[in-house]
């Protein structure tokens, strides 16, 4: 084994927010969107884009392919099961990349041999070795995953490790599947494949850990701690069930704790909080308030002692800075007479490069935002601006709606939409309340009937003119389906984001 150095190593970034963390319920992303966020995450500096997995359906090999044709910089990777033609289906995808990778992945575990596949270990190490060697074929980056392995048996793990990187695979991915690990087992189980697998000093050692338990970054640290050099990471930590270790967690541990760590990457962390305000306008998936770096609480000081400390030294209560992550601290308030200049300005300290056409768009918005609205914060701007880059195309336009509501009486809503030039208008609808009445009408108009999930609102600022975010999530035939709505009037807001997420049902049914 070789020992780890004490000077700083440089640890592999692989993100695989649009791969592991699209598979969040709910947070399935169309084309332009997973070209956005390809964009941004080469951007932030990520070292591996795992775009997706090429096989899984038509959408996901169109965003494998248009991903490896355009982003440059990073390696591209695409993700395929230990079979002929998803090894080929993926090679088809990434084969336009400048750096293409293919990740093959078969699950070890003594569960999952039984119960799930019906192998031998003879027989996994044997489809193992065969898909490594299919792949290396067609590129020489390959990775391979044992899934399941951090309840694989030790010896049946190291007996695999070491055939997949005599086949030739250059990565090799542990995975903690089901997040059943904890830091002292991941750190013993690298350290043990670094002891055991004689060739492992011909690959890259990687860790892939879920968060069932919470410890997903924690043990992703464990390994890093004990000579794994590559992390595999999600923004905002989504994906799978309680979802994947978090880019933005790993990636400050490790340059907060450099002094234990020893330990770098190459994400260039101002851009981590625009990043993951993309992830979460795009996936609709919020991030919590007391969420590490990027939660809106994450430098927030309440205590009167603390505040005190950070006024005559901010090191007293802040391991890093705000503005180390992207936190831009303005207190810069915009309004009724700001210009386009000023919101340029604010919009490029947000993280946001905004083409001249975009901008003009922004600002028509913007504009109508301030006759409602006296002051314009940050968070507004950023909502506005996202709602202006993510607009799905968009078949059913909300044009105007009647409520009618008093006291002890059911709530009517007359409500019309725009389909092209056709104007929609329902006679009276009744719901249990408003929100529900319009529902009930957008559903009678557009033909698409649903099941309400999950319906959220919270104020994008303070005040009572704040501008209210609705997020619903809405079911339809067994799918999930997201939509997003921003206005300073909550019943519009929930509205906009009910016919946001009809929009993408009617895409999805290639409806026009
Ligand atoms: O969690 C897992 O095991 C995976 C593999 C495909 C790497 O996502
Ligand atoms: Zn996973």
Redesign the pocket.
Known sequence: MTALSTSSRRIVIFD?TL??GE?SPGASMNLQEKLEIAQALAHLGVDVIEAG?PIASPGDFEAVRQISQTIRGPVICG?ARCRDADIDRAWEALRYAERPRI?V?L?TSAIHREYKLKMSKEDIVRQAVASVKRAVGYCPDVEF?P???ARTEVDFLCEVVEAAIAAGATTV?I????GYATPAHMGNLIRVLRERVPNIDRAVISV?C?NDLGLAVANSLAAVENGAGQV?CTINGI??RAG?CSLEEIVMALRVRHDYYHASTGVVTQRIVPTSRLVAGITGLSVQRNKAIVGQNAFAHEAGIHQDGILKQPLTYEIMRPEDVGLTKSDLVLGKHSGRAALADRAKALGYNLTSEQLNQVFEQFKLLADKKKEIYDADIAILIDQQLHVVSELFHLDRYELSLATGKTPEVKLTLRRGEEKLTTQVAAGDGPIDAIFLAIEQLTGISTTCNDFRVHSVTVGKDALGEVVVQLEHRGQLYRGRGVSTDSVEAAAKAFLSAINRIAAAKGLS
Not at 175 to 178: A, E, L, R
């Open positions: 695989t791969r592991d598979q997995f993700l990740h992945f699950a995953s899934e399941d392995a991915n995975p903690d599947t089901v892939h879920h595999e994906g799978e994947n």
